[in-house]
């Protein structure tokens, strides 16, 4: 059965960092694309980064480059996304998620099968 569960969403300053957390069971992340979605509040699902398995190939929404970082765990099946420089716009509920495929199929992919329950980052002030 395969499940994701994120965590390490929180209330920061704008500028701040924040590290989420995507630990999977039920299958090996290390063959799996995993990618993050965020969503805001009256808006649709947004992509904002994917990583593809064997390669570690890496994909970024232009809105976050250079800020957000996605690395993967193989040891502890977890793949991670590192927040930096955050701004105003980022708040959101970010969810993990994949389909099973190997590959990340574009920057801008939000059609996965599987997903998390996702975490809230708040950015304020």
């Known amino acids: 059965q395969v499940q994701l569960v994120e965590s390490g969403g929180g209330l920061v300053q704008p500028g701040g960092s924040l590290r989420l957390s995507c630990a999977a069971s039920?299958?090996?992340?290390?063959?799996?694309?995993i990618g993050w979605v965020r969503q805001a509040p009256g808006k649709e699902r947004v992509a904002v980064s994917c990583?593809?398995?064997?390669?570690?190939?890496?994909y970024y929404a232009d809105s976050v480059k250079g800020r957000f970082t996605i690395s993967r765990d193989n040891a502890k099946n977890t793949v991670y996304l590192q927040l930096n420089s955050l701004k105003p716009e980022d708040p959101a509920v970010y969810y993990c998620?994949?389909?099973?495929?190997?590959?990340?199929?574009?920057?801008?992919?939000?059609?996965?099968?599987?997903w998390g329950q996702g975490t809230q980052v708040t950015v304020s002030s």
């Open positions: 039920g299958f090996t992340v290390r063959y799996s694309a």
């Open positions: 990583i593809s398995s064997s390669t570690d190939s890496t």
């Open positions: 998620a994949t389909d099973g495929s190997a590959w990340c199929y574009s920057a801008a992919y939000v059609s996965y099968d599987y």
